[in-house]
Nanobody, 124 residues
Framework: QVTLVETGGGSVQAGDSLRLSCVVSGYTDSVAAVAWFRQVPGKAREFVSGVSENGGYTDYADFVKGRFIISRNNAKYTVYLQMDSLKPEDAAVYYC?????????????????WGQGTQVTVSS
């Protein structure tokens, strides 16, 4: 069994920053690449960012390029999402998800392990 737990969400104003963390525990060998998705009530999850197993490859959705940075510290079994210049449209529940392959995917279907989500609220 492997579990992912997200923390770091909160309520901020537009232009502020947050850093989300995703801690992987249990059978950590089953998780290689990790991605962040977000979801607004009534809408499907959307891909935000992904990172390869060793952190050497990163991928970003167009709407976060230049504002968000994904990174990981495998010694701590933790993946981070640094979010700067937050906008009201960034408000959502953010989830981290584990992928068994080395390189990240943008497809929600590839991710079998999901965290519980952390709420991000951004006011204008």
């Amino acid at each position: 069994q492997v579990t992912l737990v997200e923390t770091g969400g909160g309520s901020v104003q537009a232009g502020d920053s947050l850093r989300l963390s995703c801690v992987v525990s249990g059978y950590t060998d089953s998780v290689a690449a990790v991605a962040w998705f977000r979801q607004v009530p009534g809408k499907a999850r959307e891909f935000v960012s992904g990172v390869s197993e060793n952190g050497g490859y990163t991928d970003y959705a167009d709407f976060v390029k230049g504002r968000f940075i994904i990174s990981r510290n495998n010694a701590k079994y933790t993946v981070y999402l640094q979010m700067d210049s937050l906008k009201p449209e960034d408000a959502a529940v953010y989830y981290c998800a584990g992928y068994a392959r080395n390189y990240t995917s943008r497809s929600e279907q590839d991710y079998r392990t999901w965290g519980q989500g952390t709420q991000v609220t951004v006011s204008s």
